[in-house]
């Protein structure tokens, strides 16, 4: 009856450096979304953009606050992970709207899939102030009302995309596995049975089967 | 003991123009001031200015509910001045953080200013509706707490930041003028006594003092 994962012990440390690698993602994603929603091309989808990008701020009041219990200095948690997401969320210019739509479309939702697992092994209470942004679920529907219509009827630009998609995901995925090499901590909070290694290569799988998911919601083979 | 002014009455369609100029300034306030912070130094720089950022957009759906009880279309209302103020927004690329900084000191504050000026001749519960954002505030003292020690302590970058101020302003100033011509209905919200001309006229002077005050507070002559 017990469940051997959530039984297992994650120090302070490891739970602030969690904490402050969720608290400096919501700060990306926001700045994302709202470079994205500068560049949007209808007055519709430059609100719906940015309002998920303010919304991506929601609970970061209440991760620093987490972290302050935990005996941790939130801005110094958070600057941990400033070169590591900043080179990850900076990477590949886009050339146009399209491919810019596409990349944080796998970048975000391989993100907050990542994120999402991990923050599983944090106790409850602490995992509650951090929970997963609500936004995610409204982006990738915002991305499949986009695109979805212009692939179906543009063979060329979805043939770009597809490529486009595997360049950015491969990106994504050297994303995750740098982060277990550089905070090997990390290793511990990923959920499943098996050995750290075992348990990473699930992990990689799981994101790479979520994201070709993504894909075919827009008719694309990842 | 009456006041001439707010028993001015101003149509709908000039309500709803009014209410879309402050609706996509609040879209476009968000946009340059998450810009700003995705360029910041520290991350309680960043934090400051991605909040504030995000709070632009707090009001921006009861504008969107007003101007649809006022009978109009508010995308379209806000699509009215993209151009307008996208233009102004961009203008002056800025050449480092510094110069940044002060842009949006003068840029965002005038607006501001024009903005809470014209706003006074809205009926009552439509202002309520789009009220001048508290953020504002919050957005000078940030700027003050950055700039004012560096200005202090680095003459020659005090020298070259008042030259850029006043190229800024001298762009803000016309932007305020360009907006009279463009939808000289605006022209009859302006608060005061006289003709449009010498409203306009007293309006231009009162933004000009504003802004010397500003700059004022950071030890510079506008």
Same mark, same amino acid.
């Given at each position: 009856?017990?469940?051997?994962?959530?039984?297992?012990?994650?120090? *302070? !440390?490891?739970?602030?450096?969690?904490?402050?690698?969720?608290?400096?993602?919501?700060?990306?994603?926001?700045?994302?979304?709202?470079?994205?929603? +500068?560049?949007?091309?209808?007055? #519709?989808?430059?609100?719906? %953009?940015?309002?998920?990008?303010?919304?991506?701020?929601?609970?970061?009041?209440? =991760?620093? !606050?987490?972290?302050?219990?935990?005996?941790? @200095?939130?801005?110094?948690?958070?600057?941990?992970? #400033?070169?590591?997401?900043?080179?990850?969320?900076?990477? *590949? !210019?886009?050339?146009?709207?399209?491919?810019? %739509?596409?990349?944080?479309? /796998?970048?975000?939702?391989?993100?907050?899939?990542?994120?999402?697992?991990?923050?599983? +092994? &944090?106790?409850?209470? =602490?995992?509650? +102030?951090?929970?997963?942004?609500?936004?995610?679920?409204?982006?990738?529907?915002? $991305? /499949?009302? !986009?695109?979805?219509? /212009? &692939?179906? @009827?543009?063979?060329?630009?979805?043939?770009? %995309? *597809?490529?486009?998609?595997?360049? =950015?995901?491969?990106?994504?995925?050297?994303?995750?596995?740098?982060?277990?090499?550089?905070?090997?901590?990390?290793?511990?909070? $990923?959920?499943?049975?098996?050995?750290?290694?075992?348990?990473?290569?699930?992990? %990689?799988?799981? &994101?790479? @089967?979520?994201?070709?998911?993504?894909?075919?919601?827009?008719?694309?083979?990842?």
């Amino acid at each position: 009856m017990s469940d051997a994962h959530t039984e297992r012990q994650i120090s *302070a !440390e490891t739970q602030v450096a969690l904490l402050g690698l969720l608290g400096y993602a919501s700060l990306g994603a926001f700045a994302l979304l709202a470079k994205d929603a +500068s560049e949007a091309r209808t007055i #519709s989808t430059r609100m719906r %953009l940015s309002r998920m990008a303010a919304a991506e701020l929601a609970e970061i009041d209440s =991760v620093e !606050e987490t972290i302050r219990a935990l005996g941790g @200095n939130p801005h110094q948690a958070f600057e941990e992970f #400033s070169s590591f997401l900043t080179s990850y969320l900076h990477r *590949a !210019e886009p050339r146009d709207w399209w491919e810019r %739509l596409m990349r944080s479309y /796998v970048r975000f939702n391989m993100l907050e899939d990542l994120l999402g697992e991990l923050s599983q +092994s &944090l106790p409850a209470d =602490v995992r509650a +102030s951090a929970d997963a942004d609500p936004g995610v679920r409204g982006h990738a529907d915002l $991305i /499949v009302d !986009e695109l979805g219509p /212009v &692939l179906a @009827n543009d063979e060329k630009l979805a043939s770009r %995309l *597809a490529l486009w998609g595997r360049r =950015v995901v491969g990106e994504a995925i050297s994303m995750a596995r740098q982060l277990f090499e550089e905070w090997p901590e990390f290793v511990d909070l $990923i959920p499943g049975d098996g050995d750290g290694q075992a348990r990473r290569a699930a992990l %990689l799988g799981r &994101l790479q @089967n979520a994201h070709a998911r993504r894909m075919d919601r827009l008719g694309l083979t990842a």
